[in-house]
């Protein structure tokens, strides 16, 4: 185990303003969101071009397929983590200007995130009108509760729910709750962007698939994946407490790429809080955390965490795991209260 010493994850750092920066201030509210602005940038002049350049004649035979799988790499492995986890800070906070919010968002909405997999309108209304209104508990339709959580054979069926199920119980969720905006949004963008792919499809096959199809697949593996983990460790005895039905993940590279999305617990806590503060808000709190046991990993991102328990390498679990104010009287015990901690939830009745 690991005592609780220093953070190294990313805080705001004031730097000069060159011109590009100036610019984007002018839509923008504050400095602290320009990183975004330059992610939007790169992926404009890199992901975008070569997304058309798919769909167009100039390519044929190998040389086609050369560009398809660079560009399968750079969009679906190198930006994917960037980009979605931005797109999940830009829908707790509104980052534009009131006059330029709604405009901007609705262009990276239906225009950008499909690139990535995410049909328009999908994830605001399932993460804002579900996952944190229910905060990974019974109602939230990808609640992990009622699975075994250090299982393979569990994770496929929590996944495969999810592909056949999320659309109908989201849906149901947000209809029972009279949140028509919502589920209407929810549905239109659903529904439009299968549309879009089966009509693509006929035009142009192949980069349909590469570009659209495949990652939509992808995306709702991969955000299926990080639900699964970051709510893999739950108090049976009381699973609506968010330090002991989330983890952290701190003093890891994927936190300087993917905005400080280690810090799960914190962000459940305090959902609109910008990522740059989390790392000082979880320092506040690290007592809270102690009190209740908090599972808090240093070294390792939410990936690592997956394999070890589907593997139940607990030891490597161990290994990493931060003992705040040593709130553990030993190795053994972290391990035993992980091991319960996986263990599937008895629905209510």
């Not at 659209?212 to 990080?226: E, K, Q, T, Y």
């Not at 908090?294 to 589907?310: E, K, N, P, T």
């Amino acid at each position: 185990m690991k005592d609780l010493s220093v953070l190294t994850d990313p805080v705001y750092t004031p730097k000069n303003l060159n011109v590009y920066d100036r610019f984007w201030l002018r839509f923008i509210k504050e400095k602290r969101d320009l990183p975004f602005i330059y992610l939007l940038t790169i992926i404009h002049l890199t992901v975008v071009p070569l997304a058309v350049l798919l769909f167009t004649p100039l390519l044929t035979g190998w040389a086609w397929w050369v560009v398809a799988v660079g560009y399968f790499y750079i969009a679906q492995f190198y930006f994917k983590g960037r980009f979605g986890l931005m797109f999940h800070c830009l829908c707790h906070r509104k980052i534009f200007k009131p006059a330029y919010q709604n405009a901007f968002h609705f262009y990276i909405t239906w225009i950008v995130c499909p690139l990535f997999g995410h049909a328009p309108e999908g994830y605001y209304s399932h993460h804002l009108g579900m996952h944190h209104v229910e905060n990974n508990n019974e109602e939230d339709s990808s609640s992990t509760m009622f699975y075994q959580r250090d299982s393979l054979k569990s994770f496929l069926a929590y996944f495969f729910n999810f592909i056949l199920l999320g659309f109908k119980e989201t849906f149901e969720y947000l209809y029972k709750r009279k949140r028509k905006k919502l589920y209407t949004r929810f549905t239109i963008g659903e529904w439009v962007y299968i549309f879009f792919c089966i009509g693509m499809c006929f035009v142009n096959l192949k980069p349909t698939l590469i570009v659209f199809v495949i990652p939509l697949i992808f995306a709702r593996f991969v955000m299926m994946l990080g639900n699964w983990t970051q709510h893999s460790f739950i108090d049976r005895s009381n699973p609506d407490d968010i330090f002991t039905n989330s983890i952290n993940c701190i003093n890891t590279k994927y936190n300087h790429v993917c905005w400080n999305d280690g810090y799960h617990i914190i962000h459940h806590l305090r959902p609109g809080m910008h990522y740059t503060d989390m790392p000082d808000e979880f320092w506040k709190r690290k007592d809270e955390f102690a009190q209740k046991k908090a599972i808090v990993f240093d070294g390792i991102h939410y990936l690592h965490v997956f394999i070890y328990l589907m593997t139940r390498q607990y030891h490597k679990l161990a290994d990493n795991l931060v003992n705040i104010n040593g709130m553990f009287d030993s190795r053994e015990q972290a391990i035993q209260l992980m091991k319960e901690r996986t263990k599937r939830c008895e629905p209510i009745s």
